[in-house]
Every structure is written in structure tokens, then in C-alpha cells.
DNA sequence: TGTGCAGCTTCCAGCAATTGGAAGGTCAAA
DNA sequence: TTTGACCTTCCAATTGCTGGAAGCTGCACA
């Protein structure tokens, strides 16, 4: 009745809750990542605390790595009930392997890297095996 | 005389031959990566050898995953004969310990989906123990 | 009651680093 | 001559934001 009664908040407040800074809120909301937030009198955006937690469950993900597109979809199986936790598996491991892939990239880079460098004596002399591997 | 005289080539050809396309040749030079073209009667970009070898240079560059701002600091170096290999040094370690920071990240990542997804069962089943966690 | 400022609104523009397309000129072979 | 491959420029889209400008609204303080 009283104490329970939605009191729903502006988008700085829910950008503070959610960790997702108001500008990317709205961006967020024209690229159909979170619905439309309702409207105040006045044309202000209003949060709930549900709202609030698709904007931290999009936040939790993006750190996870996922991209917008897969994160749609997560969030779509997740306001979702009756979605399968098989969907929800397969992306998830998809993107450990397109993780795993990315990280081995990077891996064989460094190694090459670290290779060239070593043989650079990086003083103020102008010849440096770097630029002429690089060159090749 | 005449053997060693200058062989230019038209773009698709430079393209051919860096690894660079056309495309991507022209973005390029537009954006000050590589120096500009020289061009025919007829308008077109040729290409020396020099050319192509500073279009491999970037394409190598790249593929080591170095930034455009760092291609065209290191393309400079490597037209520069009077550069210090110091400067070349410190750019590739810099970028060693960036890719190695986005490594150790992609690694906390993929360990924690690893995680969330060995807990869900991956059924037909709707709840999923990856979205209860994503959502907190 | 004003006034001042924080916070909200929209839209527009740009970042990296390409990629794609449209509309048109050129070159060489058939 | 005509076809077709190649070249030219410019403009737009992509992904995931971030920033600014111009203009409301809401609220405290004098």
C-alpha cells in the first residue's frame, strides 16, 4: 500500500543503481536493448527496480564480454519464462570459444612481439629489427 | 636503364601484392597512413615497390594487432633513417603489456562463463542458472 | 517571486577501422 | 564497337559508445 509503492526514479538514479551511465541508458533504449522506460507528466524517464535490473543484468553482461546482439537475445530469454536454458547454454559457450579464439590470437601476437623486441638494444641508435621485421 | 626501370602498378595490382585491398588502400591513404599515390594521365594511383613494401609493412603491423595511431607513428619511424630505436622499443613493449592486460581480462572472463555455464543443464528446461546470475 | 543550477530532453556528430554501394570514367581484348 | 574488368569519388552503414548544443523542468535558496 504505502511502503511497498513503486517509487520510481529518474535516469541518473537509475543510471547510479545500475552502473550504466544515462547517456548509454538512452542509447540503449533506441537500439531496443531494455523497453522504453515509462514517462513522467513532465516527459522524464521513470525506472522500477525491474527496470533497474535489465539495466545491471545488460552492464553484467557486456563485462562478460558478450556483444549487443547476443546480449539482446539474453535479455530477451531472460524476460522470458518459458525460454529453454538450452539457448541460453549454446550462446554462452559459443562465446567462450570466440573468447578462447581471441585470446590465442593475442597469445601468438605477444609471443612475436616480445621476440622482436628483445632484439631491439632500444637506445638513440636508428636501427631497430623491429621496423625491419615488420618491413618484411 | 631499362630492366631496373620503374614498374608501377595500378591499385588492384598494390593490392595483390600487400595484402592490402583496394579498398582499404584508398581509406589509407585518405587518412594519412601511407604517403599519397602518385597518379597516371588518366587519374589513376600507381604504385613502386616502395609503396606496396610500406602497404606490407602496415598490413604486418596490423596483424600484430598494433592501433592505426600507432601504424602511423611506426611507418614514420621506418621512413625516418635518422630515428632512435628507442622509440620503436617502447611502443612495442607498450603495446606487449596492453595486449597482455586484455588477455588476462579475456581469461577472467571466459573462466567465469565457464563457470555459470557448467551449472546449467542445458535443457529444455526454462530456468538457467547463467541468467539468474547474469541478472545479479 | 525570482534566479540559478542541476538534471532532464532531443538531435547531431564523431571515434576506430573498416566495408559496401552507387554513379561514373578508362582500358584492353574480342 | 561493345563488353567487362578495373579505376575514380562520395556517401552510408557497421559496433558501441561518447560528447556537445540547445532547450526544458524541478527544486532549493534569498
Known amino acids: 500500500m504505502s511502503t511497498t ?18 547517456k548509454l541508458i538512452r542509447h540503449y533504449e533506441s537500439i531496443g536493448i531494455v523497453p522504453k522506460a515509462g514517462r513522467s507528466d513532465s516527459g522524464y ?12 543484468f545488460v552492464k553484467r553482461s557486456r563485462n562478460l564480454g558478450f556483444s549487443m546482439k547476443e546480449i539482446k537475445k ?8 518459458s525460454r529453454a536454458s ?18 590465442s590470437e593475442l597469445e601468438a601476437m605477444v609471443q612475436t612481439l616480445r621476440h622482436l623486441a628483445k632484439t631491439c638494444h632500444g637506445d638513440g641508435r636508428p636501427d631497430c629489427p623491429i621496423l625491419n621485421d615488420l618491413g618484411n
Do not use: C, F, P
Not at 45 to 56: N, Q
Open 86 to 103: 538450452s539457448d541460453v547454454k549454446s550462446l554462452a559457450v559459443k562465446h567462450i570459444e570466440d573468447m578462447e579464439q581471441k585470446i
Open 5 to 22: 509503492a513503486a517509487k520510481n526514479v529518474n535516469i541518473g538514479e537509475a543510471a547510479k543503481r545500475s552502473g550504466v551511465n544515462a
Open 45 to 56: 524517464r521513470t525506472y522500477s527496480e525491474a527496470d533497474i535490473h535489465i539495466l545491471s
Open 74 to 81: 539474453l535479455v530477451g530469454l531472460w524476460r522470458n519464462k
